[in-house]
């Protein structure tokens, strides 16, 4: 038998602007939330090695030229700056291992 605790309760959920009654479970709850992309910064969208980093700071970028270069499921990835803009810090530098969501580049 379930206690009081342990009831599940219906939610209402959303979806383009149509309502579902659901059960939801306490991993969808504690979740993330989606925010907008940040086109001042560069997050890394999978995990990799920084194989080369081809700008500087204070160096200014143009819409699509290479940024930084990073080994990652036995794959080489080339990350391309998203607007034309100044670098303001680089977070990573060559042979640096980082995870998924790390802060690679900030834009001005």
Known sequence: MMNDSEKATIET??????????????????????????NRKIIAFLPGTVTQVLVQKGEQVTEGQAVIKFEAMKMINTVQALVSKKIKEIHVKVGDNFPKGFLLVEFE
């Open 13 to 38: 959920l959303w979806v383009d602007d149509t309502p579902y009654a659901t059960e939801l479970t306490q991993k969808y709850k504690n979740r993330k939330s989606w925010t907008p992309p940040d």
